[in-house]
DNA sequence: CCTTGAACTGAATCAGGTTTGGCTGTGGTA
DNA sequence: TACCACAGCCAAACCTGATTCAGTTCAAGG
C-alpha cells in the first residue's frame, strides 16, 4: 500500500511527464478548472496512477510552485553574481526574472494566481511539508529583493526609502507582466524587459 | 421551480446578508476553502436557500468581483472629477483606490486572485452574463488608467513613453500593496498612500 | 378567504478527487 | 534458475461538497 511518493527518480516514472502536462493545463485552463484525470489522460494513465507520484491534486500543483521558485531564486543569485553595481544587479536580475521560456511563464502565471494556497496550513504531512518549502522560497526571493536595494541605499546608487515597500513594489512591476504578455504579441520579450528596467531604475535611482 | 435569481431587491432579501457572509469567508480562508455550506450557516439559513440568491458559489463570486470593480471604476471617477492637472489627478486616483475600508480589501485580494476566472467562458447563463459584465469594467478600469497617463503626456507632465505598459505597471504597484498591507502593521493607510503616489510619480514624471 | 410568489427546506443526486486492494513486470540476488 | 521486493499501474468503491428536486411556509394584495 501507501501513496509514498518517489523521491529518487526511477528510470520508467513519468513523474515529469506529469508535470509537464500539469503545468500546461493548469497554465492554460486554470487549477481548479482542470480535471485531475485529464491530467492522467494526457500522460497517458490512469487516474490513480497519478497518485503513485503526488499524495494530491494540491500536492502536484504545489510542487509546481516551488519550482518556479527555486528556478527564480537561483536565477536571481546567479544573476547578481559578480556585478559590479547595484544598478548592474538590478539590469542583471531583471533579465533573469523577464528572460524565461512558454513553459516558465505558464509557471509563473500558475504561482501568482495561487499564492494564497500559501498561507494556511494543509492537512496532509508531505503536502504540508511542500508548502512550508514553498513559504521558505517566497521568503528568500523576497529577500534577494531587499537585499538588492539595501546595498543600492547604502551604495549610494539608489535613493533613501522605504526598502521594504521599494522591494515588494518591484516585484510587483515584475511580475505584473505575465498577465498581459503574450508570446508574439505586439511587444517582445527583449521590448518587455527594456521597459520594466528602466521603470524600476527610475523608481530606485537617487 | 427555478433558481431564478431575484434582480429587485424584496423586503426580506437575505442576499445582502448572504455577500458580506461570502465576503468575509472568501476573503479571510479563500474561496476554494470555504465551504458554501458554511456561509449558509453563518448567515442562518439552510445551503439550499442560497440558490435563491445566486445561481451558484462561483456566481456568488462573480458578483462579488463585479461590485468591487463598480466600486473602483466609479470611485477613480469621481477623484479625477474636476482636478487641475493629470499630476493632480493620479494623486487623487491613487487615494481614491487605497483609502478604503476593511471590506473592500478584502473584495480587492478575493478579486485579484480570481481574476484568471473571468478569462474562460461559464457554461451556465446568468454566470457567463456576470462575466461579461465584470470584464467589460476590467476594461474599463484599465482604460481609466491608460486614459490619464495619456492625457499627462499630452500635457507634457509626463514623460512620453509606452502608455499601455505604463499604465498596467501602475495598476499592478497599486494592487500589489493589498498582497501585504495589514490593518494596524507598521505601516499606516496613509503612510502607504504617500508612499505609492510618489512612487508612481517618480515613473511617470517628464 | 384565497391566490401568488418570494423565501426557504430536507432529501436526493452528481461530479470529481481520493482510497482500497490487488495485479504486472523488471532488476537484483541467492 | 527461482524468487523477491518494489516501482508502476489499474478498476471499482468511496467521500465530500456543490447542486437539484419536490415540495412547504408565509406575507401581501385582491
Redesign the interface.
Known amino acids: 500500500m501507501s501513496t509514498q511518493t518517489v523521491t529518487t527518480e526511477g528510470p520508467r516514472s513519468k513523474r515529469a511527464l506529469i508535470l509537464r502536462a500539469a503545468i500546461e493545463s493548469f497554465g492554460d ?2 487549477f ?2 482542470t480535471k485531475w484525470a485529464s491530467v492522467a489522460d494526457k500522460v497517458g494513465i490512469g487516474q490513480t496512477a497519478l497518485y503513485h507520484y503526488f499524495e494530491s491534486k494540491v500536492h502536484c500543483l504545489l510542487t509546481i510552485m516551488s519550482s518556479e521558485l527555486e528556478r527564480s531564486a537561483t536565477a536571481f543569485a546567479a544573476a547578481v553574481e559578480g556585478q559590479a553595481t547595484p544598478t548592474d544587479e538590478l539590469r542583471a536580475a531583471v533579465k533573469a526574472a523577464l528572460d524565461v521560456g512558454p513553459r516558465e511563464v505558464l509557471q509563473a ?1 500558475i504561482l501568482q ?1 495561487h ?3 500559501l ?2 496550513p494543509r492537512q496532509s504531512e508531505r503536502e504540508e511539508a511542500e508548502r512550508q518549502h514553498a513559504r521558505e522560497l517566497v521568503r528568500q526571493v523576497e529577500h534577494n529583493w531587499l537585499d538588492l536595494v539595501e546595498r543600492g541605499i547604502a551604495s549610494g546608487d539608489f535613493a533613501a ?2 526598502a521594504f ?2 522591494s ?2 518591484m ?3 515584475i ?2 507582466v505575465w ?2 504578455y503574450r508570446e508574439g504579441g505586439a ?1 517582445s520579450n527583449e521590448d ?1 524587459r527594456e ?2 528596467t528602466e ?1 524600476l531604475l ?2 530606485v535611482r537617487a
Open positions: 485552463d486554470g481548479e478548472h502565471r494566481s499564492m494564497d494556497l498561507a494556511s526609502r522605504d515597500q521599494t515588494h513594489m516585484l510587483a512591476m511580475l505584473s498577465r498581459w511587444l518587455v521597459f520594466t521603470a527610475r523608481l
